[in-house]
């Protein structure tokens, strides 16, 4: 209840004193690539169940001779590439701490894609709810492997309390400020988690199995490939 109480305290307080900075960079998403301004994607969040995760768009939906979207790099303007050095690509994202689907801290949500292929270990990452930052994001960002930062998460997990909630977001504004960790090296963003050497786990929880079921159901909707940061 305690958390609660801070996530809503906080989001209504970004949303207050950031509605200028929401709505010029509304205006400057639209004027780049056009409408919708607003990106969403289908991700897991507590117990694998599936949410819609929005975010303002920074990629073009520029596309080869056949219809398919190009690569990232090229898609990846130097607009979008400034928006998500300053992080406010994520400021929708306190909609959905408002709804009650996300924290303001908590292990950053994934694609539905990845829930079978986390092992049990790495799934308890689900245990809590998602955030917009959270402990890998002040210990690496981007720039750590995925089983590193799965490590972090479920460090986070393991010993969440309000003071350490705190301390994290002291430290992504400072990380923001200096802009650390958007991209991955050699990636225009984050390369994708393609599953471990460890035996992955057996989806068994009737909440992972219904979002994976609609993740296939849904399959052609997640044409645009966004990776967090």
């Not at 004027?31 to 303002?56: C, M, Y």
């Not at 596309?63 to 990846?76: A, Q």
């Not at 990380?175 to 090296?185: D, R």
């Not at 050699?186 to 609609?214: C, D, H, P, W």
């Amino acid at each position: 209840m305690l958390k609660r109480m801070f996530d809503v305290s906080i989001a209504l307080m970004a949303l207050i004193l950031m509605l200028p900075i929401f709505i010029l960079a509304a205006y400057k998403v639209r004027k780049n690539f056009g409408a919708p301004v607003l990106f969403r994607q289908a991700r897991s969040g507590l117990d694998g169940k599936t949410f819609e995760i929005i975010k303002f768009r920074t990629m073009s939906d520029d596309k080869d001779s056949e219809g398919n979207l190009l690569p990232d790099e090229y898609r990846l303007t130097d607009f979008g590439k400034q928006l998500r050095a300053s992080s406010f690509d994520e400021l929708p994202q306190l909609w959905n701490v408002l709804k009650g689907e996300m924290s303001i801290v908590g292990p950053r949500p994934q694609l539905i894609e990845y829930l079978p292929l986390y092992s049990e270990e790495q799934f308890k990452r689900h245990l809590v709810k998602p955030g917009i930052t959270g402990h890998a994001q002040i210990n690496g960002r981007n720039n750590i492997s995925w089983e590193k930062r799965f490590e972090l998460d479920i460090w986070y997990v393991n010993n969440q309390s309000m003071w350490l909630d705190i301390q994290i977001l002291f430290k992504t504004v400072g990380l923001v400020i200096k802009k650390q960790g958007i991209c991955a090296e050699g990636e225009a963003t984050m390369s994708r988690f393609t599953g471990n050497k460890q035996r992955r786990y057996k989806v068994i929880n009737a909440n992972v199995r219904r979002s994976l079921l609609r993740y296939r159901r849904l399959n052609r909707h997640f044409s645009e490939r966004d990776i967090d940061i």
